[in-house]
């Protein structure tokens, strides 16, 4: 069964720094695009930064220059360090990953979600 575990969510004071993390785990021939989410209650859930498989990033840009999205692809994990939170970073935040899966003979192209970890800034 493929699993992405998110973990490092938690409660942070403005100007402050979080790390998160997302480990892929399963039956799980490729990872291509690896990417964090954003989604507060009644809003739509937004893209935070994405990371392809060759490294190459894309960010929103609400975040650029203060939040930085990296991989390691020996681990399948993709890593999401936020500096200079604001109250305005406050959300759940959700890994993305595409992969390519198998199970027996067979073979899944589709993306797979985290259960989401909760970050909070306070002002």
């Known amino acids: 069964q493929v699993q992405l575990v998110e973990s490092g969510g938690g409660l942070v004071q403005a100007g402050g720094s979080l790390r998160l993390s997302c480990a892929a785990s399963?039956?799980?021939?490729?990872?291509?695009?690896m990417g964090w989410y954003r989604q507060v209650p009644g809003k739509q859930r937004d893209l935070v930064a994405s990371i392809t498989s060759g490294g190459s990033t894309n960010y929103a840009d609400s975040v650029k220059g203060r939040l930085t999205i990296s991989r390691d692809n020996a681990k399948n994990t993709v890593y999401l360090q936020m500096n200079s939170l604001t109250p305005e970073d406050t959300a759940v935040y959700y890994c993305?990953?595409?992969?390519?899966?198998?199970?027996?003979?067979?073979?899944?192209?589709?993306?797979?979600w985290g259960q989401g970890t909760q970050v909070t800034v306070s002002s």
């Open positions: 993305n990953a595409d992969l390519l899966t198998h199970a027996g003979s067979y073979y899944l192209h589709r993306a797979y």
């Open positions: 399963g039956s799980i021939l490729r990872i291509n695009t």
